[in-house]
């Protein structure tokens, strides 16, 4: 203790000799510094000076005994103080911190433990742990251009700089979201969604879309117990596949990404599904994108299995050649899970009709036989031209079906839709017909506003520019009045309908907010999942009404399953017959959602009849085939 005090001491000495005071936050300070000082000084190994606001309220009176202590020496250094200076003074007046702050870019102000400090911006550290200015962050611009050489030389830094170096020059690392827990009402449904947690804590999306759906089925868990074996069963996936894809570029560089196919459930029928090839694509995406796909086919009128899956690859700025070869070899593997009785896969995000012509060619090179076409023999592998029409136009129908139910049309309705990819693109279409106006588009870099509204002439430019794979932004060049925003989304601007049909979790919980406050009333989603819990929570409350995407998705299962289906020949059909299938299985699956709904003791008229109801609809259908097959 002795020992510690004296060290004190000398440390005040030290300082008297530089003239410097502790001064609280943000207090003018007058210091008189001169080159002329020890120069022995800068050599000192020096602790450091704690400021007055960094003390504890337990030290502030051993603080002032060892002030009232130390006098005594500092009479002494006064005589040494008074003595004329070989240089010239140099007067600085600063304010402490927040403008030491604002002087050098790299720090930040923070409070620590109640106690205001500064950080490195880089590195998120603050004080000692970085070898920062000794002298309590007080002190000439010398002093101060003396403490940041020290602090970016620091190891602890440089491997912080190189870090931030490394993850420029590569796609920018993922931060890890936490997982968004809800308060379920029943123990049960807790139990449930605790054991998926367990098992599989870090698949974020995966657990959201089961925190969904548990959610829904909290009254038919209580009504019927038995039904919470079969959950946990279905809960988890049939099968998961995971392999490795390498493929060389033009370059014969070679290179390696990841592949998925999740089989979630085979109980209905055989599995169908999408690939994607994005990127964000990992594992949990997978079994998120199957689970949903699994209960969208159960919901439909179709004998279906649920799968999904695909790559991290992305296609964007490749070569055709390269994109044949990465999925050449990416059938490599897969082909041995697939099969007409077994797995067909479909389009998903970066999967087009030209990298489902690659992977089927090799699916048809490895198997021999052209039995196991990804949309049946009678019809070319690619599908009718109407299929690709299918999802989008039944978002457009389901959007109708519901304003029917409140005496209200589309006409004259502004609506703004997210994506420019083939669901957003034929939504935009179909709305063209109703009278609607549509206002938005957008990409991964920003979204397109045209206040006036897109009309025919308009679509037919953006259809030009998506197939010459250009930029929304070149749009303005034939319509300067409109605007593109950058890393911006559409869900800011006014509409009355929003039909969400890019990504999962594209809508956030500002921007819900921003959809209430702009009078959203209804969310026709065309992606799977595009609402995060946060922003369902702030819909739920505003009482907007959530179309979900297992409900307005059936269109599209229903003409993949006739493509299928030997009986049909899709090429023949009118455009008119088609929407009327189209039109008509969206309203059958409109009817046995609510029809679910109302049996579990909820109001047609609710916001949440719809998302519940399309879930315990599809789980019952799938309970009671497992329930049927046994153990399975």
Not at 102 to 119: C, G, L, N, P
Not at 127 to 142: A, I, L, T, V
Not at 217 to 225: D, G, H, R, T, Y
Request: aromatic share 8%; proline share 4%.
């Amino acid at each position: 203790m002795m020992n510690s005090a004296m060290d004190e001491i000398n440390l005040l000495r030290q300082a008297q000799r530089h003239q410097l005071v502790v001064r609280g936050m943000g207090e003018e300070i007058d210091l008189e510094i001169g080159p002329g000082d020890d120069p022995s000084f800068t050599a000192a190994a020096l602790v450091g000076v704690t400021g007055a606001d960094s003390v504890g309220p337990d030290e502030h009176e051993d603080q002032k005994n060892l002030l009232l202590s130390s006098s005594e020496v500092e009479q002494q250094d006064i005589e040494m103080n008074a003595m004329p200076q070989l240089k010239k003074k140099k007067k600085v007046v600063k304010k402490w911190r927040e403008e030491w702050a604002d002087t050098y870019k790299w720090a930040y102000v923070a409070e620590h433990d109640s106690t205001s400090r500064i950080f490195c911006s880089v590195c998120k550290e603050y004080g000692r742990k970085h070898r920062r200015n000794p002298y309590g962050n007080e002190g000439s611009r010398n002093m101060q251009m003396s403490a940041l050489e020290e602090h970016n030389n620091s190891l602890l830094h440089k491997e912080a700089v190189r870090l931030q170096m490394a993850s420029k020059e590569k796609v920018q690392p993922v931060v890890e979201a936490p997982i968004y827990v809800k308060a379920l009402l029943s123990k049960t449904a807790g139990s449930i969604l605790e054991s998926v947690l367990k098992r599989d804590p870090h698949e974020v999306e995966f657990v959201q879309s089961v925190q969904e759906v548990v959610h829904s089925l909290e009254p038919v868990l209580a009504k019927n117990s038995q039904y919470m074996h079969i959950l946990e069963r279905m809960l988890e996936p049939e099968r998961c596949v995971v392999f490795r894809v390498p493929w060389v570029d033009d370059r014969g560089e070679m290179h390696v990404n990841r592949g998925f196919r999740v089989q979630f459930s085979q109980v209905l029928g055989p599995c169908r599904g999408g690939l994607r090839f994005h990127p964000s694509m990992n594992l949990s995406i997978s079994k998120f994108l199957a689970f949903e796909q699994t209960l969208k086919n159960a919901l439909s009128m179709y004998k279906l299995g649920g799968a999904g899956g695909g790559s991290d690859f992305d296609p964007k700025g490749k070569s055709e050649s390269e994109i044949m070869r990465f999925c050449q070899s990416f059938m490599d593997e897969l082909y041995r899970y697939l099969g007409p009785d077994q797995d067909l896969p479909a389009e998903d995000i970066g999967v087009g009709p030209r990298e489902m012509g690659y992977l089927f060619g090799q699916y048809k090179r490895l198997s021999g036989h052209f039995q196991g076409s990804f949309t049946g023999p009678k019809i070319f592998w690619s599908g009718s031209s109407l299929r690709t029409e299918a999802t989008g136009y039944g978002l457009v129908f389901f959007a109708r079906l519901i304003l029917a139910e409140m005496n209200k049309e589309l006409k004259g309705l502004r609506c703004a839709v997210s994506g420019s990819g083939k669901i957003a693109m034929q939504v935009l279409e179909k709305l063209l017909p109703c009278g609607a106006i549509p206002i938005t588009l957008s990409d991964s870099k920003g979204y397109l506003l045209d206040e006036e509204g897109f009309d025919y002439v308009k679509f037919s430019l953006l259809r030009d520019i998506k197939v010459q794979q250009r930029s929304l932004r070149d749009y303005l060049k034939s319509y300067p009045r409109a605007k593109y925003v950058e890393d911006g989304k559409p869900w800011t601007e006014r509409c009355d309908l929003a039909f969400p049909c890019a990504s999962q979790n594209e809508i956030d919980q500002s921007d819900a907010l921003s959809l209430v406050t702009l009078g959203c009333r209804i969310i026709i989603e065309g992606a799977n999942m595009p609402c995060t819990p946060q922003a369902v929570d702030v819909l739920r409350k505003a009482k907007v009404l959530i179309a979900p995407a297992k409900i307005t998705g059936a269109g599209g299962v229903a003409v993949g399953e006739l493509e299928l289906n030997h009986e049909y020949n899709l090429m023949q059909w009118s455009v008119e017959d088609f929407e009327n299938k189209i039109h008509d299985t969206m309203k059958q699956t409109y009817e046995r959602s609510i029809k679910a709904a109302c049996e579990y003791g909820m109001l047609k008229e609710s916001p949440e009849a719809l998302v519940h109801g399309a879930n315990i609809s599809a789980f019952l259908n799938l309970a009671q085939a497992m329930i049927d097959q046994g153990c399975v």
